[in-house]
């Protein structure tokens, strides 16, 4: 095959994925990918294993020494992070906006000033890093010296980065002296401003350093000559550059479902305003993500029947199945973490489950349309992320990838929940797509040095799903 040849490797939870692909000119082509259990133990085993497999495939005859290696890790769950903001509506939102636009899952959150239980929830959680905001630059300052003397409290080895008022920063470092601390610009200078950037930045060194630095990840290091990516942090990137640089994708949202989690990436305008309408709260940015550590199929299938057994019960119940059959299959599925059913019944769960997971997800990311009745006649208060003009959806991680039909994607557009004064933005009527070959990831690693060409992969290899139109009826 003609072309510069690239390997491309994403170490996740479960599995190690790995892709060779060719750049000939301004076009990548994924020659062959393979995919391995990732193993716990030593990440740089799965990560061996993966490279031989892809470059000894069938015509491929590429020697690991002559190809530059791309490479991004979730395993260990991911990056965890701990926001502490003054309030849920304004710094805490803005470092939940900066630790998983980094790559980061946020296990817990804290507003206001942090009690013993806080503390006691802190140290249960054991998180990697805990962003620590509060206040804009020469406002609030006592609930920030109040939580900075609370965190001195804790033991290390959290990494403490706060992020918060500017003012205050000297006596931070000095309330916080002898602990792991960094800091970043405030991530809210004035009320309304956003400025994640400098945060995401310092998140993203700390991955390396201490992420890095266990598992034999330094090993895949020395081979491939680079450092890793947070996965989620390249997947974030790739839809950036989709955006961007493929025309008709301005307006698009990517569910990323794996064992342990859910991810939702959207692209798309968060407010579009209007005479009766009033945005609460902060302008959500353009580009965002959540990610959902009670919504997955395994690892997480049990924290997904608590979260949502309404949801399922009632599904089940709608079919005649009693609920009790489902509940012995999270319980099974939850102590073999890599089973995959044979039956049809297993199948149907799994199915169930998934759509539990993307319609919850949705839910979570989109924001809300309240109606508001003054004295003056009725206003409309928008609070969150508006989705509606969401026009393609794609699915990504081992189960949707293998999507054939639209209907598990189209529960992110649930018209049930809404209700007589309640409307959530959720995508109205979006086409859909699979990531049929699992390539997201793996093109996320390359697409901060050949962005066009990974942007045009990624939508090239989409599978698009039943029209919208025929799912209905």
Known sequence: ???????????????????????????????????????????????????????????????????????????RG??????????????????????????????????YELDDEDLAGLRAVEPDIILF???????????????????AELAPPAVILYAGNRKVRDQVADLLRGRDVETAANVMPEVGTIDIEPARDVIRRIFLERIVDGKGLSSVVEAAGREPLPTPLAV??????????????????????????????????????????????????TLKRTVEGDLGLRVSAE???????????????????????????VEEVSRQTEYLPGDESGKAFDRLLAAACVRAASLRHAGILQRVYTPQGGFQVQRGKDLRLVRRLVGSGGYLAGETDAAVLLEACPKDADDVDTRHLVPEAPDCYADAEYLIPLLGNL????????????????????PHADRRG
């Open 133 to 151: 905001t509060g206040g804009t630059d020469g406002g609030n300052s006592r609930v920030v010296l109040h939580n900075a003397a609370r965190l």
């Open 78 to 111: 991911g990056l965890k992070i701990a926001a502490v903001g003054l309030t849920p509506d304004l710094t805490l939102s803005v470092a939940r906006m900066a630790a998983t636009s980094a790559g980061g899952k946020v296990v817990r959150a804290f507003s």
């Open 303 to 329: 924290a997904l029947w608590r979260s949502e057994s309404a949801f399922l019960e009632a599904r089940l119940r709608a079919a005649g199945t009693d609920p009790k059959e489902l509940r012995r299959y």
């Open 1 to 75: 095959m003609n072309g510069k040849p690239l390997l491309s490797v994403d170490i996740g939870s479960t599995y190690t994925k790995g892709g060779l692909f060719f750049l000939d000119g301004e076009e990548l082509r994924c020659a062959g990918r393979e995919i391995v259990p990732t193993t716990v133990a030593d990440l740089a085993r799965a990560f061996f294993r993966v490279r031989e497999a892809v470059l000894s495939g069938p015509g491929r005859g590429a020697a690991a020494a002559d190809i530059p290696v791309y490479w991004s890790s979730s395993a």
């Open 447 to 466: 697409a901060a040095d050949f962005p066009g060409a990974a942007a045009r992969a990624a939508v090239a290899g989409l599978r698009p799903l039943a």
């Open 236 to 285: 974030f990137e790739l839809v950036r550059t989709i955006a961007a640089r493929v025309p008709g994708w301005e307006d698009f949202a990517l569910i990323d479902m794996g064992g342990a989690t859910t991810d939702f990436y959207s692209h798309t305008k968060a407010f579009h305003g209007g005479d009766s309408v009033i945005l609460r709260g902060l302008l959500e940015p």
